[in-house]
């Protein structure tokens, strides 16, 4: 039984398949093997690149929350002292009305006293020249014009004071 038989035909179909192998490495295998390594170390620089890209980026959102956290204390500390500061412009307004009220009412009451002053000082006159004129209708007809005039100086002189 010749399940096996080397013959000249086996050895150059032997050959021929060695060469196609060879042929084969040499314009195929090493080329495609050469370019699956090349896009195997392009995709492991990508990598490494996105990982250096993505802690990059988780620094810069750390950054930017702490500046946020700053600007956000700022502003509560540039709110609080505005709040302060308008408070204590209304305490100001406040107080300068209350100042203004009381001068306004002090100069009312002056003026008020003034007006009192004025009216009792027309009521005297008044009351003075009523007094003189009923004296001279009373004293027409009794006294003489010296006696007139020296009750007249008298009666005024006790109303200047």
Do not use: C
Not at 34 to 55: F, N, P
Not at 57 to 76: D, G, S
Not at 115 to 123: F, G, W
């Amino acid at each position: 039984m010749d399940l096996f038989e080397i013959n000249l035909t086996a050895v150059i179909q032997l050959m021929s398949f060695l060469f196609l192998l060879w042929m084969l490495k040499k314009l195929l295998y090493n080329p495609f093997f050469s370019m699956i390594e090349k896009r195997r170390q392009k995709i492991e620089g990508e990598l490494a690149e996105a990982e250096k890209i993505r802690k990059e980026a988780e620094k810069m959102r750390k950054e930017a929350e702490k500046i946020l956290a700053e600007a956000t204390q700022r502003a509560q500390g540039i709110i609080s002292k505005a709040e302060a500061e308008a408070e204590q412009i209304v305490e100001t307004a406040k107080q300068k009305a209350r100042i203004e009220a009381e001068k306004i009412k002090q100069e009312a009451l002056m003026d008020i006293e003034r007006q009192k002053q004025e009216v009792l000082q027309q009521i005297q006159n008044v009351a003075t020249e009523l007094a003189v004129n009923l004296a001279m209708k009373i004293l027409k007809g009794t006294l003489d014009e010296k006696a007139k005039r020296e009750y007249l100086i008298k009666f005024l002189r006790e109303h200047e004071r």
